[in-house]
């Protein structure tokens, strides 16, 4: 029996250039003779009610956007109940990489119909700010405190260049004006209680649209990696750790703490910034407790 795509495109992905795709992917859709429906989100969240609505009629959803519209998608109430897929056109595709997906429309396309469903694990976050309100939020890829947060906030106001260059520029805006503070992390057989940098969580390798943040991360293995860069001068960050980051290479410095965990819980004694997969929890931090939800979502990949 022929499969049924959903294909749910958020257009302002990618910086806007998502929606001006829409045209090729129908094309590249109707080459391939599918029975399919393209329906384009709206505002955030969407996703949500899109699948909501038709987890009963499609057997693939297959999202078009980036790193943002993949969070959205992950957050969905039935996340769990269907098989989903991702077209990265977005301005990171960090989770993209994790699933090993390829640059253009039509090789994605490619490996959406190859239907090679990988079974991979959730990230769950459970938030306190520092005004005692709380909220939760399930990621796809990775979690960041700190720095790394206020590079993706600042990413956001970054309109004319996307990818690795959009959060480089962000992370020279931000060296400045960044404060560090208290972090108590308590993790497997891992404490830590004193000034830090940031800290980053990842199910995948990638995050800030190519750092390679936690680079020995497994998205199916059930545990965490964790990168936390402790006290530091801002400017050695940049200049020395920043670019060993990009290959992954940073973990080495005595500066930086790598660990694997199947939990993390952080306290904070300042308000930060914290991101999941790009997107802007919180700016007021003062507890986050993450967990995992191993091997939960079925979403197709381009895993040998």
């Known amino acids: 029996m ?56 499609f057997d ?114 931000n060296v400045i004006s960044y404060q560090m503070t208290h972090f108590t992390v308590d993790a497997d057989d891992f404490k830590y209680s004193d000034i830090a940098f940031m800290l980053a969580v990842g199910i995948g390798k990638t995050a800030g649209g190519g750092f390679r943040l936690t680079p020995d991360a497994e998205a199916d293995d059930g545990l965490l990696d964790f990168c936390l860069i402790k006290k530091v001068n801002k400017l050695e960050a940049v200049i020395n750790l920043l670019p060993r980051a990009i290959i992954g290479k940073h973990i080495n410095s005595f500066r930086v703490i790598y660990r694997k965990s199947s939990k993390l819980s952080v306290s904070i004694k300042s308000p930060l910034y914290v991101h999941a997969d790009g997107e802007i929890l919180t700016n007021n931090l003062k507890e986050l407790k993450i967990s995992i939800l191993q091997k939960k979502l079925r979403i197709i990949s381009n895993w040998s």
Request: charged residues 25%; hydrophobic residues 40%.
């Open 60 to 173: 693939r959803f297959i999202i078009v956007g980036g790193d943002g519209t993949a969070h959205d998608l992950i957050n969905s109430k039935s996340i769990t109940d269907v098989i989903c897929g991702i077209i990265p056109t977005g301005s990171g595709n960090d989770y993209a990489m994790t699933l090993k997906m390829k640059k253009s429309l039509e090789e994605n396309l490619e490996v959406i119909l190859k239907d090679n469903v990988s079974h991979l694990d959730i990230g769950f976050a459970e938030i306190e700010n520092q005004d005692g309100r709380k909220l939760i939020a399930k990621f796809a890829n990775s979690i960041g405190i700190g720095f790394d947060a206020a590079v993706a906030a600042g990413a956001q106001s970054i309109t004319f260049i996307s990818g690795l260059p959009l959060y480089l520029l962000s992370v020279f805006k």
């Open 2 to 57: 022929n499969k049924k795509y959903l294909f749910i495109v958020n257009p302002i992905a990618g910086k806007g250039k998502t929606g001006k795709l829409i045209d090729t992917l129908r094309m590249l859709i109707n080459n391939n003779k599918l029975d399919y429906k393209i329906l384009k989100t709206v505002s955030r969240g969407h996703i949500d009610s899109i699948i909501e609505e038709n987890k009963q009629i």
